[in-house]
């Protein structure tokens, strides 16, 4: 499969029918249907629907942006940091690094303060820029990051330490043979593949 959104576990089926294929010589049917994915990703969200504590609107949740303390709040300049300080010692660090007193703050579990919870945090991010908040929370265990663009994360230190990410990779041939040879396939192998479109070369 050559798109990034294929769930890993068609990969991981993919992978297995070109390994019984190479023992037996046998071929396989493989089941690929993205909603298989996407059913594995929501299982938190469908346990906690299972026991009737998921609300059916949208930004009503906890996880859903409806949290004050788990969503993304507009800067001064027009960008956003992300907020997820849903455990009690992440928030603690958001709020201090608000400059807040966490115990005059409204109950954050009771969804009835959460409106005016919002709004105060807003309005604190919305006084400076993205930058000034990135700092702020830099080295922190806030859980508060800047929201980035496309461009940006081109170029963010934690991407550019990680080579391995195939968007800042070089993707070329002899990455996708290096892969290949890694796996135990010689290059006969890789040619077979190749000229059978299981597998494409950028």
Same mark, same amino acid.
């Given at each position: 499969?050559?798109?990034?959104?294929?769930?890993?576990?068609?990969?991981?089926?993919?992978?297995?029918?070109?390994?019984?294929?190479?023992?037996t010589?046998?071929?396989?049917?493989?089941?690929?249907?993205?909603?298989?994915?996407?059913?594995?990703?929501?299982?938190?969200?469908?346990?906690?629907?299972?026991?009737?504590?998921?609300?059916?609107?949208?930004?009503?949740n906890?996880?859903?942006?409806?949290?004050?303390?788990?969503?993304?709040?507009?800067?001064?300049?027009d960008?956003?940091?992300?907020?997820?300080?849903?455990?009690?010692a *992440?928030?603690?660090? @958001?709020? %201090?690094?608000? +400059?807040?007193?966490e115990? &005059?703050?409204? !109950?954050?579990? #009771?969804?009835?303060?959460?409106p005016?919870l919002?709004?105060? *945090?807003?309005?604190? @991010?919305? %006084?400076?820029? +993205?930058?000034?908040?990135? &700092?702020?929370? !830099?080295?922190? #265990?806030?859980?508060?990051?800047?929201v980035?663009?496309?461009?940006?994360?081109?170029?963010?230190?934690?991407?550019?330490?990680?080579?391995?990410?195939?968007?800042?990779?070089?993707?070329?041939?002899?990455?996708?043979?290096?892969?290949?040879?890694?796996?135990?396939?010689?290059?006969?192998?890789?040619?077979?593949?190749?000229?059978?479109?299981?597998?494409?070369?950028?």
């Amino acid at each position: 499969p050559r798109s990034t959104l294929v769930p890993y576990t068609t990969l991981f089926r993919s992978l297995s029918a070109l390994v019984e294929r190479a023992r037996t010589g046998r071929g396989r049917v493989i089941d690929v249907a993205m909603i298989d994915g996407v059913f594995s990703l929501m299982a938190p969200i469908r346990d906690i629907a299972s026991i009737g504590m998921w609300v059916e609107h949208r930004s009503a949740n906890m996880l859903d942006g409806g949290a004050p303390f788990y969503r993304t709040y507009r800067t001064s300049d027009d960008r956003f940091m992300a907020v997820g300080a849903l455990e009690p010692a *992440f928030y603690t660090a @958001f709020v %201090s690094g608000l +400059r807040l007193d966490e115990t &005059e703050l409204p !109950n954050r579990f #009771d969804p009835e303060e959460w409106p005016g919870l919002a709004s105060i *945090f807003a309005e604190i @991010f919305a %006084s400076e820029d +993205r930058e000034h908040w990135q &700092e702020v929370f !830099n080295g922190t #265990d806030a859980c508060v990051t800047p929201v980035l663009t496309m461009s940006e994360v081109q170029t963010h230190p934690q991407n550019r330490a990680r080579p391995e990410t195939p968007e800042l990779c070089d993707a070329s041939t002899r990455h996708v043979r290096a892969v290949l040879s890694s796996a135990g396939i010689d290059g006969d192998q890789m040619d077979e593949l190749i000229s059978a479109g299981i597998i494409a070369e950028p």
